[in-house]
């Protein structure tokens, strides 16, 4: 999104004013140390809602009443502020332009101040339109009190943006805010929507498509029952229909069975017609023969029955047996050896041998029994088996033996009420009645209603899944890569990367996050992996041109701020200008050197690999306007100075008077007399 920050302050207690603005492309604030160059990083991340006020503490913060952000989305300008440790409420005010003047005290009325989660949502508005990101309601369902997932933030805005002063040449880390697996998941997940990938509709769509699947599934569900209960009550109606026709006295079958199944409405109608008073034979011993029928079949039925319970009974006891045998025979062990005493004639003292020989043969009939028992197949899993069937015999009887026994009982009962004085035309009706209800239920299975929606539904769920197809996420996601790779490798070949790592060979994925140069043989070498404070500063500064270029080339497509913020990158060749209170950069340059060992590096080498650093910052922001027709806005705050750059821009243009050598963002208060 574009995205131009006109100006970063502060406003102190006593009302003055302390700005830093800001010109498009690249910006620099240079000083020496303790100025306030880290904090206006740290004012932006707080203005845009940052949970911590993490301004350095100091001179800044004794003085400080209001950090405020002046800036300008697409066409909208916005002043954007909070007040220091105020963590509830933030200051919003849009502008029809950039008037530098308005922003004084009195400016931050307190009717401006809204509550930060509202505020949060407003800020977001201008960059992104989008409310909820569940593709599932029923996750959302068994989340703790149905929450939804969380959505977009500004706050995600910030890994992309902000390369802090203990970050911008890390190695074991490459994004603000991913030392914490919430936000960092939370940010690589929104990713396919931050790049434009998805819109509000996605998730709408996603959502009605499994809520169409789950009504299809229940109606699939409710046609197979519906299916169910058909099948049930058709192998009903012969029965009925056969007692109805009994009654009637009829001999024949008007209408049979298979007839009134195959068109239940039509042999309806017929039997309307047909089953009147008039047509009753009353001298018909039509029931009396349905009835000892029935009678006889319930009987054969029955015995049938008996005998598989008996056969269930006789498999279990035969398994319960096996069980004991088993148990049993585990428990049962040959001797290893047996003591047989010696039997002596006690007259003439002569040793007998058939007791031994009856032992010997006690052994070996011992050993065979062991053997045998041993080698015993086990029987259980073909009684257990069998046993299976014979149980799914008896409930198909008793289902039978139970049919066959209330027909019976229905013609007791209509034996019973004609024994009462009751019209036999009216327990005709009566059977009629049951035989037609039994009918409607055929019915369900061919609910046409019901198939109708079945159909309506399937073709909404095409038409969605044609509309869902359009969201190549995963494509979406690797084409980004590659592009993303393709300029890294235009922007890394300018960088000064160590000779065992050129030519230099980022690879970066969307989908994980991960950096890693890629050797000629295919070997992956992760940031973590690589040595030298160079290298993983290049490594930081080519992937974020890279992906600032790619967001540029969306255009309003992405909905992250086309801004950087480069905090101390040359702090890998300044090591010592943490004590930097020169006041200049060429005595500090001269400090700088008489520090050094004969181990280090000329100063003059590095001040060569800086120039360049700046020179292809400020090439970049020319090359990606000329492409794209604006900018990424980078700020640089560093302790360089005097700098000559390759393209001719002059050094002093880019600092455009924020140089803080003899002051800072707010000078200390001088003491009083």
């Known amino acids: 999104m574009k995205t131009l920050i006109h100006e970063i302050g502060v406003i102190d207690k006593v009302g003055n004013k302390h700005p830093v603005c800001f010109n498009k492309g690249l910006n620099v604030v240079t000083g020496k140390s303790s100025t306030g160059k880290s904090a206006l990083i740290e004012i932006f991340d707080y203005c845009f809602g940052s949970s911590e006020d993490t301004v350095p503490k100091g001179v800044i913060t004794d ?6 952000v002046c800036l300008q989305v697409n066409e909208q300008n916005m002043v954007i502020a909070r007040r220091p440790n105020v963590k509830n409420k933030a200051f919003f005010h849009s502008e029809e332009g950039y008037f530098p003047s308005k922003i004084q005290e009195n400016y ?53 943006i902000l390369q802090h002063q203990n970050l911008v040449a890390n190695k074991h880390a490459l994004f603000y805010r991913f030392d914490e697996k919430i936000k960092r998941d939370q940010a690589i997940e929104h990713t396919k929507i931050f790049l434009g990938l998805v819109n509000q509709d996605f998730f709408i769509l996603s959502q009605e498509r499994e809520r169409l699947r789950a009504e299809l599934n229940s109606l699939k569900r409710e046609q197979d029952a519906n299916k169910r209960v058909a099948e049930k009550q058709k192998q009903r109606v012969a029965p009925v229909l056969t007692q109805l026709y009994a009654m009637m006295g009829f001999e024949d079958e008007p209408v049979s069975a298979p007839q009134v199944l195959r068109n239940p409405q039509d042999a309806k109608d017929r039997l309307d017609k047909l089953i009147v008073s008039e047509n009753i034979v009353h001298n018909s011993n039509a029931l009396s023969q349905s009835y000892n029928q029935l009678k006889r079949e319930l009987a054969t039925k029955t015995a049938k029955l008996r005998k598989f319970q008996r056969q269930a009974t006789s498999i279990n006891k035969h398994i319960d047996e096996e069980v004991r045998f088993v148990e049993n025979s585990l ?8 003591q047989i005493a010696t039997s002596v004639c006690p007259f003439c003292q002569t040793e007998q041998e058939h007791l031994k020989h009856s032992a010997e043969q006690l052994q070996r009939a011992i050993a065979k029994i062991s053997s045998s028992l041993a080698h015993t197949k086990p029987m259980k899993a073909k009684f257990e088996s069998t046993l299976v069937a014979v149980k799914r015999d008896i409930e198909l009887f008793s289902k039978e033996v139970n049919m066959l026994n ?26 009629k009645a049951r035989l037609f209800m039994l009918l409607e239920t055929l019915n369900l299975a061919d609910d046409a209603e019901l198939e109708n929606r079945f159909s309506t539904i399937k073709q909404d769920l095409v038409d969605i899944d044609k509309k869902l197809k359009k969201y190549n996420i995963q494509k979406g996601l690797a084409d980004a890569s590659e592009k993303v790779n393709k300029y890294m490798a235009e922007i890394g070949m300018h960088f000064e990367f160590e000779e065992s790592y050129q030519p230099i060979n980022l690879h970066f994925s969307f989908e994980t996050f ?34 600032h270029r790619y967001f540029a080339e969306l255009g309003d497509k ?3 701020p086309s801004v950087l913020f480069l905090d101390q990158p040359t702090q890998v060749y300044f090591p010592n200008f943490k004590r930097d209170n020169s006041e200049t950069f060429t005595e500090q340059k001269i ?9 280090e590096r000329a100063i003059d080498e590095d001040i060569i690999a800086v120039e360049n650093l700046f020179s292809q910052l400020s090439i970049y922001c020319d090359t990606v306007e000329n492409s794209n027709g604006f900018s990424p806005q980078i700020i640089v705050t560093d302790h360089a100075d005097d700098l000559t750059l390759s393209n001719g821009v002059q050094f002093e243009d880019l600092v ?9 963002l707010i000078d200390p208060v001088p003491p009083k007399n």
Not at 63 to 68: G, L
Not at 331 to 338: C, G, L, Y
Not at 593 to 599: A, F, P, S, Y
Request: one cysteine or more.
């Open 591 to 599: 400090a700088d050197k008489d520090l050094r060992t004969e181990n």
């Open 331 to 338: 428990k049962f062990k040959s001797p290893e050896k047996v």
């Open 558 to 560: 992405c909905s992250i």
């Open 514 to 547: 991960d950096l890693y140069h890629k050797t000629i043989s295919g070997e992956k070498i992760y940031l973590r992996s690589m040595g030298s404070g160079a290298n993983w500063l290049y490594c930081h500064v080519t992937l974020f041109l890279a992906i």
């Open 63 to 68: 003085s400080a009443a209001i950090y405020y």
């Open 406 to 431: 209330n027909q019976i009982m229905e013609i007791e009962k209509s034996e019973k009420q004609l024994a009462e004085q009751k019209s036999l035309y009216e327990a005709v009706l009566m059977t």
């Open 108 to 160: 931050f009325d307190s009717c401006y101040f809204i509550e930060m989660g509202k505020y949060k949502k407003y800020l977001r508005s201008f960059f992104l339109d989008i409310d909820d990101v569940d593709e599932s309601l029923s996750a959302r369902e068994k989340r703790r009190n149905k929450a939804k997932l969380a959505t977009p933030s500004i706050r995600s805005f910030m890994s992309f």
């Open 656 to 664: 455009n008077g924020n140089r803080w050598r003899k002051r800072g």
